[in-house]
């Protein structure tokens, strides 16, 4: 299997087998996936973590997956998971918008910031999204996250 086919294979199970579990305003836990799956759900950033860390599981071949966040198109906080295909065609999964069920690709109006790059361990490569490069101040920003 294509680690496309893959990744909607593991979108299908999340948006029908996890529920988006908004957290309280003050609260801002990330949960592991094995958290994920005991609680049966999670906020945007939980289910998207799920997703990447399944997805990396179920390959053949190594993926290139990444964490983002950035604002959706209410102009509010959010993450989503990004696939990079060995084309370099790149395609999102929000498995936080239910509406969305089967849909990956581009979300028109999500404003991406940070990334994170996961090697199947950790989520380790951080930089701003579209640039590698940062400065020494935005390094140390995102070694916080």
């Not at 998207?48 to 950035?70: D, H, N, Y």
């Not at 990079?84 to 910031?113: H, L, T």
């Not at 361990?121 to 999204?129: P, Q």
């Amino acid at each position: 299997m294509e680690n496309l086919d893959v990744l909607r294979q593991v979108y299908n199970e999340c948006v029908k087998g996890l529920q988006y579990i908004a957290e309280p305003p003050t609260l801002d836990y990330w949960q592991t996936p094995k958290e994920t799956e005991q609680k049966q759900g999670g906020d945007c950033e939980d289910l998207a973590i799920w997703m990447v860390c399944e997805t990396w599981e179920r390959c053949q071949s190594t993926p290139k997956l990444f964490l983002v966040w950035g604002l959706d198109a209410k102009g509010q906080g959010h993450a989503w998971g990004e696939y990079e295909s060995i084309e370099g065609m790149r395609y999102w999964f929000d498995p936080a918008w239910k509406k969305q069920q089967d849909k990956i690709g581009r979300f028109v109006g999500y404003q991406p910031w940070l990334c994170a790059g996961y090697d199947g361990a950790t989520f380790s490569e951080k930089f701003v999204y579209g640039h590698k490069l940062l400065s020494k101040l935005d390094r140390e920003t995102l070694e916080k996250i």
